[in-house]
């Protein structure tokens, strides 16, 4: 995505160019975006994380090929006449992205950086959206935060999406129980999930060094880091 070093204070530029945007890409999607960019710590990185991730899964749900990036597809959803409420799923609106907006190279290839993390920003929430639709499962704005603040892989967010569902979870509220948000019921529920899960990413760790691990979880969720 070739992020380098950002000034303090990249956050509202930032912000300033997904709002510009709104009218193009719908409300849903600004908010989204704007979620992630404004909660996550240290936003460069942040975006890595969660752009490398949601462009994982959804070329294993079908939604994007290879050579296709978030950032390519936020700057084109930025560029679009239509927004992604005057389409019947986020999948037929990626489509049209695709087939019906076409990119400048010179244009991209200048991007000022808070225009480049915006449209990866456009293109994660875009993406996010349909990796919602596609799984059937609510997945909140936070759970994105905390994938970049926990450094996910796409694997890892695959597993607990998976591990939700079975267990008959509506929403992913990892971040909920990382904050110590739940009730007790819940707290217990999800961490017998997060247990499970952690197990079957890491086989070879002990139950003891399960417990450790989502205790660093929980510390790093509720840190707060500079941008």
Not at 9 to 17: D, L, Y
Not at 40 to 53: F, Q, T, W, Y
Not at 150 to 178: P, T, W
């Amino acid at each position: 995505m070739g992020f380098g070093a950002f000034l303090t204070g990249i956050v509202g530029p930032v912000v300033t160019v997904i709002t510009n945007c709104s009218s193009a890409i719908g409300t849903a999607l600004t908010n989204l975006a704007r979620t992630i960019v404004v909660n996550g710590p240290k936003i460069e990185m942040i975006l890595r994380v969660i752009s490398a991730a949601v462009e994982t899964l959804s070329q294993i749900f079908g939604l994007i090929n290879k050579d296709e990036t978030a950032e390519d597809l936020g700057a084109k959803a930025a560029e679009s006449d239509k927004s992604a409420e005057e389409f019947q799923s986020t999948e037929d609106y990626i489509q049209y992205l695709r087939e019906e907006v076409q990119l400048d190279a010179e244009k991209m290839k200048n991007l000022k950086p808070e225009e480049r993390m915006a449209y990866t920003a456009i293109g994660t929430a875009i993406l996010a959206k349909g990796i919602e639709e596609k799984a059937e499962i609510s997945i909140p704005a936070d759970f994105w935060v905390e994938v970049g603040k926990q450094n996910m892989k796409a694997e890892e967010v695959k597993a607990y999406i998976e591990q939700f569902k079975v267990n008959g979870f509506e929403e992913l509220k990892l971040s909920d129980y990382l904050k110590g948000n739940l009730s007790i019921s819940e707290n217990k529920q999800i961490a017998s999930i997060m247990e499970s899960t952690l197990k079957e990413l890491n086989s070879e760790l002990s139950a003891e060094e399960i417990q450790e691990k989502m205790m660093e979880m929980k510390q790093i969720s509720n840190e707060t880091e500079g941008r």
